[in-house]
């Protein structure tokens, strides 16, 4: 009875199979909407038939609640129909698999290999491959990080390192990390870029530059110093033209005449020369160059000289003793003379040669090359067909902006691969100099040579002054000229030095916090300034800087700053702050109260004015806990004022920055930054903004 019920039910399966094999092979529409399939109801027939085969097999009787499905029972609907592997045949195949044959096979996968080889100026590539000092002064290594990260097992031989993996692209991007980050290595160990430019605003006759004393600035009073060192003095440049009577320079507009000077010993003047009869202008030739031979003059008189605004000193103090002097007489002696003529500044040579030493050196290789612009010969005959030659002030401008692009494109490619926040700013001040030597302030210049010859050979220095002005009536004039406040913010910038372990040393840092919220918002642990274009406006009181600076942040939250956070109180109406020093991890040098107004002029530029304070810190009593408190003393100390001005845009593009990956490079470009390389707009926009202001500027300080 048993095996009639099986071979029953294995007739009711062959009925259900071949019914679906029909409607298997019904048409299916394009859409796969009309068609055949198993409905749910079906499904649940069949696992009832499978169960019950089941039971019958082991000798079971039937469940009460089966039935078998007759080929009547079976319904269709419309659909696509569900294709089902067969369970049997795939654990049949699983289970002749034979791992082992697999994996020890010919399929074994392909292995790539890359080598890095260091750059020969690279001394020791493990301070390559060693991280800048991190917030928690831990070692991070760059070779573990890379192949971590890119999935490659990485090993230094020597001066090479050995990248290997399964994938080729996985290789290549560890080996251009480690470019990167030798790349950023070198950036980190070269000093700032300085690129200085000179600019005259108007068309102009040719002119020369020359090296003023800032004491002797007419217009000194407009520059403001943080820090004076008087064994250092600073020097301004001044236009010089020619005098059109004369031919010859005349004395700059915004020098100062010297003081008369009292020698009270008699060995510090020059002594006259016994063959010449002593007149007060052979005293002021002598006294201003006594390497020049002395002029001989007709009858032993010589020609009338310059009026009296021109006449006297307009350099540097320069009767000084020369050791060479007496052995040069016994030549004078046998060679003639010739005539000089007597100019209005005659030690001013207009020609910036080296002075030539008494030794005999060889001369050095650098030398720079002028290329001049000549006229063709169809130009001699016809005038009209000679091409124009660009003016003094379209000459500047060409140099400049090849310079400044130049410098910053070098800055920004060097940044690529660095993690941290970029800014590219611009400030108010004043440009001076440092480094002047004699030979230097008796010249005058071309502005092609301050790059080139008087910073790069003679080590002449540019040195911002950082500060806009300290006088209230100056920056309310600026401020009446620009349009509605946009915002205002206000911050505290706390310089102290810091560490989190009392086995390391002290790390500079600078602590961000805002007014009224005792919280530190940002922590800068190195701040290094990459680039700066110095340009110098002639004849304006004021110059600007454009300056591209990278800061490396540290994590607010930790230890000592979470520390120091919690020993700070702040008062809500006064800003007076007082704190303590974490003893033996973090102690305070200064800090600066900053109130920020910010301007949007026309698009992208937003001007900021801050008023800085440098806040007096007076220690209070201790406590009988032992605690020593300091008290901020916010509204008493030092003022002055910065005028800054940012192109917005490039805060959204340096933020990509900010989370970059071990030696990866940020997704920005250099054109992204300046523009495009044959016209950099972006670039040219920032400097036309910046020579707009100092133009709009300058009668209102007239008055």
Request: net charge neutral; proline share 8%.
């Amino acid at each position: 009875m048993p095996q009639l019920h099986v071979r029953k039910k294995l007739i009711i399966q062959q009925q259900q199979q071949q019914q679906r094999q029909q409607q298997n092979d019904t048409k299916i529409d394009d859409y796969y909407l009309v068609g055949t399939f198993e409905t749910i109801q079906q499904c649940r027939d069949a696992k009832e038939n499978v169960d019950l085969l089941l039971s019958d097999t082991s000798g079971s009787p039937p469940l009460p609640h089966t039935r078998a499905s007759s080929a009547a029972d079976i319904t269709s609907s419309p659909g696509r129909p569900v294709e089902l592997e067969d369970t049997e045949e795939v654990v049949e195949q699983v289970n002749t698999l034979n791992l082992d044959d697999y994996l020890s096979g010919d399929s074994d996968p392909e292995i790539y290999e890359e080598t890095f080889t260091f750059a020969k100026n690279i001394q020791n590539p493990v301070d390559v491959l060693r991280a800048p000092p991190q917030p928690n002064h831990q070692v991070v290594d760059y070779l573990t990080l890379i192949g971590k990260d890119t999935e490659t097992e990485c090993e230094l031989v020597g001066r090479e390192i050995k990248i290997t993996g399964y994938t080729k692209s996985s290789v290549k991007d560890a080996q251009q990390r480690f470019r990167n980050i030798q790349t950023l290595y070198k950036r980190r160990r070269r000093q700032t870029l300085v690129v200085p430019c000179v600019h005259y605003p108007t068309e102009a006759p040719y002119y020369h530059l020359y090296f003023c004393d800032l004491s002797r600035y007419a217009h000194k009073d407009f520059v403001d110093l943080l820090y004076v060192d008087p064994l250092r003095p600073y020097y301004v440049l001044l236009p010089v033209f020619k005098n059109p009577r004369t031919g010859q320079f005349q004395r700059p507009k915004d020098l100062l005449d010297m003081p008369p000077i009292v020698h009270n010993q008699g060995p510090l003047l020059p002594r006259p020369y016994p063959s010449q009869p002593q007149s007060p202008m052979m005293m002021s030739l002598r006294s201003a160059s006594v390497e020049t031979p002395p002029p001989a003059f007709p009858n032993g008189r010589p020609p009338a000289g310059p009026s009296t605004n021109e006449s006297g000193y307009w350099g540097e103090d320069r009767r000084f003793v020369n050791n060479y002097a007496g052995s040069r007489q016994a030549a004078r002696a046998q060679s003639p003379v010739s005539p000089t003529k007597s100019d209005d500044f005659p030690q001013l040579p207009s020609k910036p040669y080296p002075t030539p030493s008494v030794a005999q050196q060889k001369p050095t290789t650098r030398r720079v090359l002028r290329l001049t612009m000549q006229k063709s010969d169809g130009a001699r005959d016809n005038p009209e067909m000679a091409p124009r030659l660009p003016s003094l002030l379209e000459q500047a401008k060409e140099y400049n902006l090849f310079n400044m692009q130049t410098g910053l494109t070098e800055a920004l490619e060097g940044l690529r691969g660095f993690r941290g926040e970029i800014q590219l700013s611009a400030k108010l001040g004043k440009v001076l100099w440092t480094n002047i030597t004699t030979d230097i302030q008796k010249k005058t210049w071309e502005f092609r040579d301050i790059k080139d010859v008087v910073v790069k050979e003679h080590g002449v220095k540019p040195i911002f002054n950082n500060v806009t002005t300290s006088s209230d009536d100056i920056i309310a004039r600026f401020s009446e000229f620009l349009p509605p406040v946009h915002n205002r913010t206000a911050c505290f910038e706390i310089y102290a030095k810091a560490r989190n372990q009392p086995s390391v040393d002290y790390k500079p840092v600078v602590m961000i916090m805002n007014q009224g919220v005792v919280e530190i918002k940002k922590v800068i642990t190195c701040r290094e300034k990459v680039a700066e274009i110095d340009w110098v406006s002639l004849d304006r009181k004021f110059d600007f800087q454009m300056s591209l600076t990278s800061q490396e942040l540290g994590r607010p939250d930790v230890k000592p700053y979470s520390t120091f956070v919690r020993k700070i109180s702040m008062c809500p109406i006064t800003s007076q702050l007082t704190y303590e020093n974490v003893q033996g991890f973090l102690e305070v040098d200064h800090i600066l109260y900053k109130q920020k107004t910010m301007y949007r002029i026309h698009f992208p530029f937003l001007v900021e004015i801050t008023r800085v304070e440098r806040v007096p810190l007076r220690p209070q009593a201790s406590s009988s806990h032992g605690t020593k408190k300091i008290m901020g003393m916010t509204g008493r100390g030092t003022v002055w004022f910065e005028f800054q001005v940012y192109y917005t845009v490039h805060e959204e593009v340096f933020k990509s920055s900010l989370e970059l990956d071990v030696g990866k490079l940020a997704p920005w470009t250099v054109e992204d930054i300046l523009g495009a390389k044959d016209q950099p707009t972006n670039l040219i926009d920032y400097v036309k903004c910046l020579l707009l202001l100092i133009e709009k500027y300058e009668p209102l300080l007239q008055q």
